[in-house]
């Protein structure tokens, strides 16, 4: 038998949807044209979509589904760049946490792991660019979410400069 969802909500960004009487929510990610990359809007009717879906006792399933071909490409980095995202200090934590099992994983096997590559590839130089690289952009990144006003142009000019 097939299901049909019946809208519940629907953003600019995002739809929510439910099968009846089944216990199943559907949030649909609605960006695209964007491939479903992450932006403010989108994080808010997230966000309102998950109360939503809290308040209604009978929901015990939740799937997310990106419209398009891609699920999601990640942060709008637009986005990131026009100063767009709040609370500096929380978003440089997690981007601290990502990025730093990213670079133990790096540094676990392109350092940790040579034993595996063959004896011609052991010990050359060229494994210590793929972890330092991680952290790099690691160091990147974190400057520019914690200090980017102080480094770069005010904050007003930086979002005309970025519009996409």
């Known amino acids: 038998m097939a299901e049909t969802w019946r809208k519940l909500k629907e953003w600019p960004e995002l739809i929510l949807e439910r099968i009846e009487d089944a ?15 992450w932006n403010r809007a989108l994080c808010l009717a997230f966000l309102d979509a998950l109360e939503i879906i809290r308040a209604d006792r009978e929901l015990k399933v939740v799937i997310t589904k990106g419209a398009g071909t891609v699920y999601s490409s990640g942060l709008d980095l637009n986005f990131l760049l026009r100063g767009g995202l709040e609370r ?77």
């Open 23 to 37: 216990g199943v929510a559907r949030i649909v990610l609605n960006r695209p044209d964007k491939r479903n990359c």
């Open 88 to 164: 500096h200090q929380r978003i440089a934590r997690h981007l601290w946490r990502m990025c730093a099992a990213l670079a133990i994983a790096a540094f676990s096997f392109f350092l940790g792991q040579q034993d595996e590559f063959p004896a011609a590839w052991r010990g050359l130089a060229i494994w210590f660019v793929p972890p330092f690289a991680v952290l790099a952009a690691m160091a990147f990144w974190l400057v520019r979410v914690r200090f980017g006003a102080a480094f770069g142009r005010p904050a007003a000019d930086r979002r005309s400069a970025y519009q996409s």
